[in-house]
């Protein structure tokens, strides 16, 4: 129900990886498909879908989720989306409202 596109230094593994670190982590979810460019976690906070794909020096990361903006899962995607290195060399991490 709630999509989210963020543009990324990091490779489309990359991107995966530190989701696949932090989704379970934070939300107990699961995953449950993978390809090279795609993956879908799933629990009871919902579903998530994320897909990375490089154009360029850059990563262009869609993610789709099940639930409404305002839910837990949503809220975490978004910390996970930002993140991410905008340009590269940027260290990416936490924002400046986030604890580190």
């Known amino acids: ?25 934070m939300l107990g979810l699961q995953c449950s498909e993978k390809t090279d460019h795609e993956a ?3 629990g009871t906070e919902g579903t998530v879908t994320i897909s ?25 995607l978004q910390r996970l989306l930002t993140q991410l290195p905008y340009e590269p060399g940027d260290a990416g991490g936490p924002g400046s409202g986030e604890p580190s």
């Open 1 to 25: 129900m709630a999509g989210y596109r963020r543009k990324t230094a990091s490779s489309p593994s990359e991107v995966l990886e530190q989701a696949e670190t932090f989704l379970p982590d």
């Open 52 to 76: 990375a794909h490089r154009h360029g020096p850059y990563t262009d990361v869609v993610a789709d989720t099940d639930q409404l903006r305002t839910s837990r899962l949503d809220y975490e």
């Open 40 to 42: 879908t976690w799933a």
